[in-house]
C-alpha cells in the first residue's frame, strides 16, 4: 500500500524522530511512504479558538494536499480527530464538504490504521522497560481510540505495560489551553504526573507528541526521571 504521511506540527518542528519512526514502521511492514512538502498546520488553534474561517483556509490547502492520496496516516490523535472528526464540521453545508468528508474518510490515526486497517499487533519491536501509557484527549474521545496502542505495546518483547489510575485523565495541555489559563494547565498536569509516578514506570507513552510536551515539561521541574515516549518511538525499536 502507498501511505501518504501527515506530519503534525509538534512532530515536524519538535520530534522529527517521531516522523521517521513512523517511516521505518510501515516501511519494515512493506509499505511504500510519500511525505508531501507542501503540507502545513491542520488548522486545528484557530478552530478551538473560534477562528473559523481561517481554519477553514488552512484545511482547504490540506484537502488540495492529500486530495489524490490513496490512505492518510497522522502521529497524532489531536490532528487525527481534526481531520476525521472536525473537518466535516467546518465545511457542513459549504461546497468543500464532500471533499472533507473524502479526506476524513482515508485518514487515520497511526496506531488505528496498523491494528484497525493493516490488522497488525505485533511489529517486531523489542523495547526493555516499565511503561506507562498516557490518552491524549482527542484520541479517546473523538475517535475512541484506547484499544489499539495498547494492543500494540503488549505485543514489544521486553515491555511491561502498567495501567495508571488517571490514564484517561486530561495532561492539561490543550492547545491554547495552556496558553490562556496556564495555572489550570499546570494542575491537571501535576495530577496526570503524580499518578505517573505512582505506577513506577520508567517511560509515560502516547500518541500524541502535544501532550508529551506537557507532561516532559511538568517531570522536569519536579526532578522527575520518568522519560516521555511516542508510541512510534517504541514500535521502531528492535
Given amino acids: 500500500m502507498k501511505v501518504t504521511l501527515f506530519i503534525p506540527c509538534f512532530v515536524d518542528q519538535f520530534y522529527p524522530q517521531t516522523g521517521m519512526n513512523i517511516v521505518k514502521i510501515l516501511e519494515r511492514l512493506g509499505h511504500t511512504v510519500d511525505y508531501p512538502e507542501a503540507q502545513t498546520c491542520c488548522g486545528q488553534p484557530p478552530f478551538n479558538s473560534g477562528y473559523w474561517d481561517e481554519a477553514r483556509a ?3 490547502r490540506q484537502m488540495a494536499v492529500f486530495r489524490d492520496a ?3 496516516v497522522i ?3 489531536s ?3 481534526m481531520v476525521k472528526v472536525f473537518y466535516p464540521e467546518l465545511f457542513h453545508g459549504r461546497p ?4 472533507a468528508r473524502a479526506l476524513a474518510a482515508k485518514t487515520f490515526e497511526f496506531s488505528d490504521f496498523l491494528v484497525n486497517q493493516l490488522g497488525v499487533l505485533d511489529v517486531g519491536a523489542r523495547f526493555p522497560g516499565r ?3 498516557h490518552d491524549g484527549c482527542h484520541g479517546l474521545r473523538e475517535l475512541r481510540l484506547k484499544g489499539p496502542p495498547r494492543q500494540l505495546l503488549e505485543h514489544v518483547q521486553g515491555l511491561e505495560l502498567i495501567e495508571m489510575k488517571e490514564a ?3 495532561c492539561g495541555f490543550g492547545g491554547t489551553f495552556a496558553v490562556k489559563f496556564p ?3 499546570t494542575a491537571m498536569g501535576e495530577v496526570k504526573c503524580a499518578s505517573i509516578a505512582e505506577t513506577g514506570a520508567d517511560f509515560v507513552i502516547s500518541n500524541d507528541s502535544s501532550c508529551l510536551m506537557q507532561i516532559r515539561g511538568i517531570l522536569d521541574r519536579q526532578g522527575n526521571p520518568v522519560k516521555t515516549l511516542h508510541l512510534a518511538d517504541v514500535l521502531a525499536q528492535t
Wanted: aromatic residues 4%; glycine residues 8%; contains cysteine.
Fill in 58 to 60: 488552512v484545511a482547504e
Fill in 70 to 72: 490513496e490512505t492518510v
Fill in 75 to 77: 502521529s497524532s490523535g
Fill in 79 to 81: 490532528c487525527g480527530a
Fill in 96 to 99: 468543500q464538504e464532500a471533499q
Fill in 131 to 133: 511503561a506507562t501509557f
Fill in 168 to 170: 484517561e485523565t486530561c
Fill in 183 to 185: 495555572m489550570i494547565s
